[in-house]
């Protein structure tokens, strides 16, 4: 017989070679370096499935597996069998880290030192025929609210219909039935339930909350058809506010490789449009898990790390969504927004963009011919956020910063005279009042309060003359052309048409039609509020601020941010000089011969605003009407915009004279 060789070398770099192909993942590695005993007892497909399935299980994302300290001193070799401790730390997405001391048993086969592997070198307490069981807890996502606490996003229960197959008597009936209600063929129906357990709800499909109220009445008393709900995203206030709040989907394969969702699992929703996407480091919530060594049937041997899930924080916004609605009301079927904007801190009371669309539909799965409707021309692309997210020409309500800007350079007075015959031609090109006739004499005062065209023609061109980038250069002083930076929205920076921007070459004509807000000049209705909040408020911009604070979840009220007033710079003008402003801008509302003055008639508060007119080639123009009020003592200023609808005199003044009456009647209930 040939001896067998005495035990030699050093069972530390088997153990080493086996606890980096661990950390690595290369289970087939470490398979090779089993002993006889072991790979006899157990093959290669089930010691790879065992890690693959455990680590699955478990939410393994990163294990770090080591020599443990003491490993140099294994003990008496030459007995052929030695113990080697290690260390090993798994990272888990649901329970945290999982940090174990173990002994890995080597024997010596006769040529080298080989691992006598079992299931408890995973974790030390698992034997041969137990398994390892996440049992997850769920992290409920924060919720949205408005102003006064009012729900505009939470989570909730969706409904749905479907079936108990035991409790069927007619099933003719029932197929016909929810087929005909449903629109899907009755193969299909019968195929989900089919072979399912008799006393089980089998889904068929999930409903709004008017179709399940609906669908109750019709086959609520059908044997075997049922109503349930399951977990989902729901948006109470239906439509309202939906481009600001956006909504949710189901994460994709892509989206788990990014950084931003490190740690989510495929079953996630995510935040994809609005505030759920811009909220989503908020809104997510951490979930948990009980992670434990379980018999087949799932009776806990022993507990291994449990993790309570924590819930997604809360986001509070400064949205009254009672005046939100109302504002929606007043905009009607006008494609368009309205703005609201506290001018005395930036906080944004209502953002309005028509047409809308309900974001509870995308919970339930739209189907992708609905998506393309959503993004059509036909459909007025309802997805888009017009109040931040799209730009307009101005036109004449940019006219209080033209005159801002005659004021603050010196090249007129408010008592400036000018001769308005019904056109203008000083550069060659006939240009026409928007009143044919003319104003004859008048004053730069009368002349904003009458939205006179050749007043501001005249102004543009003695600015250009004065320095040809004077107004363009003072405008974006008032925050235009510049992103407004309101965090949860989309933010259009528009554009300020100047020397470069956007024609290589800048002339007095294009000075001219800045002048009267015309040409290339693009505002957001968020800017355009701003700016007469700005006006309101004797000449602080702030920043305008649709959240109001982020508030940590499960019912601490702890805040987490709080969105305090910031001011981001001052308009570039006199006190002496808005004084004139203002006083034209009331006048606008309240003396015979301003144009918004029949409008107006008889509304208790005194407003200050202007008319808007946004001339398009072979289109109706864009309507608008810039406002704050009280005049004298502003609390609120507004912006309205329809587009493709007429005079902003007689489309816009009127919804704004609504929204202003609306906000009115609600500041005067008691506690509000």
Do not use: C
């Not at 928007?434 to 005062?445: A, E, H, K, S, V």
């Amino acid at each position: 017989p040939t001896p067998t060789a005495a035990p030699s070398g050093s069972p530390l770099r088997t153990a080493q070679q086996f606890l980096k192909g661990w950390t690595s993942g290369h289970y087939g590695a470490m398979y090779k370096l089993l002993s006889k005993d072991s790979q006899a007892r157990y093959s290669r497909k089930y010691f790879v499935e065992r890690y693959q399935n455990i680590s699955a299980m478990a939410t393994i994302t990163e294990v770090d597996a080591g020599l443990d300290k003491g490993a140099s001193k294994v003990g008496n070799i030459r007995s052929g069998l030695v113990r080697v401790p290690f260390d090993v730390t798994m990272q888990t997405r649901l329970v945290g880290e999982i940090a174990q001391k173990n002994l890995m048993p080597l024997v010596w086969d006769g040529r080298s030192w080989r691992v006598q592997w079992s299931p408890s070198l995973i974790f030390k307490d698992l034997s041969g025929d137990e398994l390892v069981h996440m049992f997850p807890y769920e992290a409920a996502r924060g919720a949205i609210y408005d102003r006064n606490g009012v729900p505009l996003a939470i989570d909730g229960t969706i409904p749905q219909i479907g079936v108990i197959p035991g409790q069927i008597r007619n099933e003719k009936q029932v197929l016909s039935k929810l087929s005909k209600a449903l629109g899907l063929r009755a193969g299909y129906i019968k195929g989900l339930y089919k072979g399912k357990p008799s006393d089980w709800f089998i889904p068929i499909k999930s409903l709004s909350q008017s179709e399940a109220q609906k669908l109750r009445s019709q086959l609520g008393q059908v044997p075997g058809v049922a109503f349930e709900g399951r977990p989902g995203r729901v948006y109470p206030q239906g439509t309202a506010l939906a481009q600001v709040l956006g909504y949710v989907g189901p994460i994709t394969a892509d989206d788990l490789k990014k950084a931003q969702y490190k740690g989510y699992s495929p079953s996630d929703v995510v935040g994809r449009a609005g505030l759920e996407h811009w909220g989503e480091q908020y809104l997510h919530g951490t979930p948990g898990g009980k992670l434990a060594i379980t018999t087949p049937d799932l009776t806990v041997v022993k507990m291994i790390k449990e993790k309570e899930a924590q819930p997604g924080d809360d986001i509070y916004l400064n949205i009254d969504i009672n005046l939100q609605k109302k504002a929606e009301q007043a905009l009607g079927n006008h494609v368009g927004s309205i703005v609201m904007i506290n001018p005395n801190n930036g906080q944004i009371l209502a953002m309005v963009s028509h047409p809308t669309y309900d974001p509870n539909d995308f919970v339930l799965g739209i189907s992708q011919q609905e998506w393309a409707r959503l993004n059509s021309k036909s459909s007025n692309y309802p997805l888009i956020n017009r109040a931040s997210g799209a730009v307009y020409p101005m036109a004449s309500t940019f006219k209080p910063i033209t005159m801002a800007a005659a004021l603050t350079s010196g090249v007129y007075k408010p008592t400036s005279r000018f001769y308005d015959p019904g056109y203008w031609n000083e550069l060659g090109q006939t240009r026409y009042e928007w009143y044919r006739p003319g104003f004859g004499w008048l004053d730069l005062n009368e002349g904003l309060v009458r939205s006179a065209d050749v007043v501001f023609y005249q102004v543009g061109l003695k600015l250009y003359q004065k320095k040809y980038d004077y107004l363009s250069k003072y405008a974006r002083k008032w925050g235009l052309g510049q992103y407004p930076g309101t965090d949860g929205v989309v933010n259009a920076a528009g554009q300020v048409p100047g020397p470069g921007v956007p024609y290589p070459y800048w002339g007095p004509g294009d000075n001219v039609n800045l002048a009267i807000g015309q040409g290339a000049l693009l505002v957001s209705p968020l800017q355009a509020a701003n700016v007469y909040a700005t006006i309101a408020n004797g000449g602080t911009i702030y920043r305008p601020e649709l959240v109001n604070r982020i508030v940590q979840g499960g019912g601490t009220g702890k805040v987490i941010k709080q969105y305090k007033p910031q001011v981001v710079g001052h308009a570039p003008i006199s006190q002496s000089d808005l004084r004139a402003i203002k006083q034209d801008l009331k006048a606008v509302t309240q003396a015979p011969y301003g144009t918004a003055s029949d409008k107006f008639k008889g509304f208790p508060v005194p407003v200050a605003g202007k008319t808007g007119t946004g001339q398009q080639d072979n289109k109706l123009p864009y309507a608008w009407f810039d406002a704050y009020a009280p005049a004298d003592r502003p609390q609120v200023a507004v912006a309205v915009l329809a587009e493709n609808a007429g005079e902003g005199s007689e489309i816009a003044a009127p919804i704004a004279r609504q929204v202003l009456s609306d906000f009115f009647s609600a500041s005067q209930k008691p506690g509000q």
